[in-house]
């Protein structure tokens, strides 16, 4: 347990430096109304270190990140102008403009690149994992000057309109997303910017209690992504975005239920999930009788949480065939795991197998795959004979249970 916890530690001290900058300009971008700024400012400095990548400087050095934040400061002139031009064109449609450019541009040069595959899922999703404590040494105090600088001019900063003020926003602004950009990537920092400061803005109206729900809804997320990732194996960056993504839409299905009248949203959500059942059972009902061999994803879930259900439709016969069949079945899945499991001891900690040992175990791990599609073939041919036999019955059986689902009085489905 400890093991764990030591190795993501360095890289949750990372995202709680990032939350903590990021929360409060969120703050700022959704009340100016320039949510995709940070989209458009991170596809910049992404840009600046494609052009270092295509001069032959690695991803993680002081001359890519030179590149983007020189690239970042002359987008931020750009955007210090796009206010004024707002009163005849949204500023989010020049935002926007900015963004797609800077994609397009940078998709341009890594085209032909022998490793622009690889560069580009790094500046997309970033590695915040392999980062650690000398990444927390050097945006700290960073951040820590562009917090405090903010601080020291917050009613210059505050929404003034003077293009000298806009262009130290956006510019600090920029500064900020260099750094982040090149630790998490483009759209891990967009998360980190828009998906705290919405859920901070949805449930206060101080920006003080925004910034603190902010940082905290921002901090607990990102250890949920961390520990997802590590415990599923999956990609961080894309695991903390989805997560910070499930963050927000369990916020807003709390809103209704913590900021207005509870017994509504409640009324509300209720009949919305029996309408959702109701849509479910008619259209397996309608499917069953009307294709009763094809794939009925439905029954096919039911079942696999309750497999006594089939005894409701199987005869004797059947019920053994297909009890049969799936043992074969998991016994060749059994096996295929153990061989794929002893390669893989072999490869990492042991001897690296020989050509004909890895040919061998390719061999088998065919011939149990094959088996086990022919006994899944089996168990599938039964379970369509069963349900072309109970078709009609086991239809209206589903369309009757839809009909005491639905949200409709009695009363009402007379009348």
Not at 36 to 48: E, K, N, P, T
Not at 175 to 182: G, I, K, N, R, W
Request: with cysteine; hydrophobic share 55%.
């Amino acid at each position: 347990m400890i093991e764990p916890l030591l190795f993501l530690l360095p890289a949750f001290l990372v995202a709680v430096c990032l939350v903590g900058i990021h929360v409060y300009f969120g703050i700022q971008v959704l009340a100016r109304q320039v949510i995709f700024v940070d989209l458009a400012l991170a596809q910049i400095a992404a840009l600046g270190a494609t052009v270092a990548f295509m001069l032959g400087h690695s991803a993680q050095s002081p001359a890519a990140y030179g590149y983007s934040l020189s690239f970042t400061l002359l987008a931020a002139v750009l955007l210090a102008f796009t206010r004024a031009w707002g009163t005849r064109v949204p500023q989010e449609a020049l935002i926007g403009v900015i963004y797609v450019v800077a994609a397009a541009a940078a998709i341009l040069l890594i085209d032909r690149a022998p490793q622009g595959a690889e560069h580009l899922k790094q500046i997309l999703t970033g590695n915040i994992l392999t980062s650690g404590l000398n990444e927390v040494a050097i945006i700290a105090p960073l951040y820590a000057l562009v917090g405090l600088l903010h601080w020291l001019l917050r009613r210059q900063l505050t929404g003034t309109g003077v293009l000298f003020w806009e262009f130290v926003f956006y510019a600090s602004f920029g500064v900020v997303v260099t750094s982040s950009v090149a630790i998490a990537g483009v759209l891990l920092v967009f998360s980190f910017l828009i998906v705290p400061a919405a859920i901070g803005v949805m449930f206060a109206s101080s920006p003080a209690r925004q910034l603190g729900i902010g940082s905290i809804t921002g901090t607990l997320t990102s250890a949920a992504g961390l520990a997802v990732s590590y415990a599923f194996d999956l990609p961080t960056g894309a695991a903390m975005v989805c997560t910070f993504g499930g963050a927000l839409a369990i916020a807003g299905l709390l809103y209704p239920f913590l900021r207005g009248n509870r017994h509504k949203p409640l009324r509300v959500a209720i009949a919305t999930v029996r309408w959702c059942a109701v849509a479910l059972l008619a259209g397996s009902a309608l499917q069953l009788a009307a294709a009763p061999r094809a794939d009925q994803p439905l029954l096919d879930t039911i079942e696999t949480a309750i497999p006594s259900l089939r005894a409701l439709y199987f005869s004797r016969s059947e019920l053994a065939t297909f009890a049969e069949a799936s043992e074969y079945a998991e016994r060749h899945r059994t096996e295929a795991e153990r061989l794929n499991d002893l390669e893989k001891r072999n490869r990492t900690e042991g001897e690296a197998l020989d050509d004909f040992s890895i040919g061998r175990i390719s061999s088998f791990l065919k011939s149990y795959g094959e088996m086990r599609k022919g006994e899944q073939f089996v168990m599938s041919e039964v379970r369509a004979r069963a349900r072309e036999r109970v078709r009609w019955s086991a239809s209206l059986g589903l369309l009757g249970l839809a009909m005491l689902v639905a949200p409709i009085g009695w009363r009402t489905l007379r009348m």
